[in-house]
């Protein structure tokens, strides 16, 4: 009874990363088709299963090219020209591709500089936070003090969160790396590493401390 409990156990832990990550994908891949399928159906009054993958590859594979000559950049140009004008259009355009420029051409520099811990949404509960820079100078200026921009991620998804400013001296440092922050925020605490960090002051040593003697 006991081997085949494990045998389950260990199946369960297979398959779990695999099925969610083919369901991401299927999913992903049917909301495309299903884009591309409606306007074909109109024009032909035909279902044809796969096209919208089969033309969005198309469709990236004819933007790699016409980005790698002269002509095709001319024409991306005048495209993101038109964009640029229309209202609001123009930010969300703009910030996509800054944070595509940070993620993929400006490796020297990490977006995450380190982790940190803050107390949020409220006083005496604390998330993991991303420092990405320092707060922009006119908030300093009104506020009257250091402040650090923070990125707080979300669980499971990572890539979504919050922007907050908080002052430095709140800041709590911990010596974890990037990835393994991020992964203790996907897998919602499951994932949690063995080891306790190293923290910057006697407060953060304390905070540690009345941690373990409250578990």
């Known amino acids: 009874m006991k081997k085949a ?19 991401i994908i299927t999913w992903f891949v049917l909301k495309i088709d299903a884009f591309f399928q409606k306007p074909v159906k109109a024009l032909t009054g035909e279902t044809f299963i796969g096209l919208g993958v089969i033309l969005t590859l198309g469709l990236i594979f004819l933007t790699g090219f016409l980005a790698t000559n002269y002509v095709g950049k001319k024409i991306i140009s005048n495209l993101e ?7 609001i259009a123009n930010v969300i355009y703009t910030t996509i591709k800054q944070l595509r420029d940070t993620v993929f051409y400006n ?9 940190v811990l803050i ?8 998330a993991l936070g991303f420092i990405t820079g320092k707060a922009p100078a006119i908030i300093e200026g009104a506020v009257k003090k250091r402040m650090a921009s923070i990125f707080i991620p979300t669980t499971p998804n990572p890539t979504s969160g919050m922007y907050v400013m908080v002052p430095v001296g709140d800041l709590i440092h911990i010596n974890m790396s990037v990835d393994t ?28 401390k ?4 409250g578990d």
């Open 210 to 213: 009345n941690r373990k003697e």
């Open 81 to 87: 020209n038109a964009v640029l004008k229309i209202p």
């Open 5 to 23: 409990r494990k045998l389950f156990i260990t199946g369960i832990f297979v398959l779990t990363p695999l099925v969610v990550t083919v369901s």
């Open 119 to 126: 107390e949020y949404p409220s006083k005496g509960i604390y």
């Open 107 to 115: 490796k020297s520099k990490k977006a995450f500089q380190s982790v």
């Open 181 to 208: 922050a991020i992964k203790l925020i996907v897998s919602g605490g499951v994932l949690s590493p063995d080891f306790s960090g190293k923290l910057d002051s006697y407060e953060n040593e304390k905070f540690l």
